[in-house]
């Protein structure tokens, strides 16, 4: 039961719950991914999944359809489920408590349940911070993101929780050298929280969140790679973790030579 | 005769004696104790202890009120009284300080194991009461206590430690920091590494100037204390106990 969070907005918190959720299910486990995002959900659109929806989770709390209705299996993995947010409510509709119900429903079925929690730290977030057995905070390398993870991080410990990782998104080795953006060890220093992932920036998950498909589904690229660590790392693999380097131009030029 | 006292969720206002007096005399005695010392009790949620006394809804109201009008928030009443306890919970507060419903109505400090702290009106710079925390103060975690704080760990940008007393910070503080919050002027604050975003000690503040980018202030030691109601700083040799002046 991992919940991914991050206080701030826009650092890339659904774009990872819908990558990480389909390498976990790419790896062979049974995976649902819950849109905790209540009247702004959008995990259904980067996941390409809109137009399935016929029940959402608030249905199901509200008792008008079973769990199995509302969830939409994804075709492009073998054991992937999405649980999508309604649209037309707010974070209200549903509580703590009927989260945390629901979550022990789908933990009889599932090996992995991930909750894309909304930005913020008012009731979308307590409703995904409440079942959570992991917490995965998502930060970008910049100030305002790891304050409000600061924030977030001492939430999270006050609720008992103590499995709580970092991943730093959309990293640029470039920028990191020339202290454009902060580094590894800056970000460590403040929120000394075990980094379970370093995302560089990648120009292909744009794309692929607005064709909806999760660039883990067939990119080789360096965030492609970057979710499939995380997610091997969930499941208890031992992945070294490297910080991604800058290229000098011949390096470029002639390819990664190792 | 009201007692301060500090424990791991919060302060708890003691009322000796509550049964003999009028109610409304204490409250006038606690409204010119929060009134003395405005800067520490702004923002927190207290806990009343009012022993034997028996009080009713009316009673209760009007400490809210005391309490609200200055930003203070009432969670609970615990008193051997079991009327008035019942007039507690009609009024929707906690009659225990349990961790669970501190946890639940004092969202001020995360739960912790819990300990009330004896008492604390002796001065700082002998013995008195210290609350001892050894973790990271995070942004947006309030620290308050009337006696002394010592901490073994960093505190974060965006948090904030209030003491009556001393502060003691083994590890960088980058936060917030108010000692003598109940107006002593003698109290202190130290620092492993000292990089706060405000320092205040009794009535005085002091705000350094901000950084360049990239650049980072000395990793030294550092003692700040009140000298001609202004604050300095002085390098805080943990070695000789030693201060020799220097200027920031």
Known sequence: MITVTSGKGGVGKTTLTANVGTALAQLGHKVVVVDGDIGLRNLDLVMGLEHRIVYDIVDYVEGRCRLRQALIRDK??????????????????????????????????????????????????????????????????????????????????????????????????????????????????????????????????????????????????????????????????????????????????????? | MIAIKGYRHGLLIVFNGASETPWLTHLRELEAKLDATPHFFRGSSVAFDVKDARLNEEDLRHAIDVLRAREIKLWAVISQNAETCARVRSLGLADRLTSASAARRAPEQPARPQEVVKDSTSLPGEAGDGLFVRRRIRSGQVLRHPGHIVIMGDVNPGAQVIAGGDIIVWGRLSGAAHAGALGNAQAVVCALEMSPTCVRIAEAVYIPRSLEHGQRRKRTAQMALLKDQEIIFTSWDVLTHKSRFERR
């Not at chain 1, 100030?143 to 970092?166: M, N, P």
């Open chain 1, 76 to 258: 492009r993995a073998a054991e992937l489920f999405l649980l999508p947010a309604a649209q037309t409510r707010d974070k209200t509709a549903v509580n703590p408590q009927q989260m945390i119900q629901v979550c022990d429903e789908l933990r009889k079925e599932f090996e992995f349940i991930l909750i894309d929690s909304p930005a913020g730290i008012e009731q979308g977030f307590q409703n995904a911070l409440a079942p959570a057995d992991v917490v995965l905070v998502v930060i970008n390398p910049e100030v305002s993101s790891v304050r409000d993870a600061d924030r977030v991080i001492g939430l999270a410990e006050s609720q008992g929780k103590t499995q709580i990782y970092l991943v730093i998104n959309r990293v640029v080795p470039m920028r990191v050298k020339k202290q454009e953006m902060l580094s590894v060890d800056d970000i460590t220093e403040v929120l000394s929280t075990e980094i379970i992932g370093i995302v560089p920036e990648d120009e292909a998950i744009l794309s692929a969140s607005n064709r909806g498909t999760p660039v883990v589904c067939n990119d080789k690229g360096p965030a492609a790679l970057a979710y499939r660590d995380i997610a091997r790392r969930l499941s208890g693999e031992q992945v070294p973790l490297a910080e991604p380097q800058s290229l000098s131009w011949w390096q470029r030029l002639f390819g990664k030579v190792s």
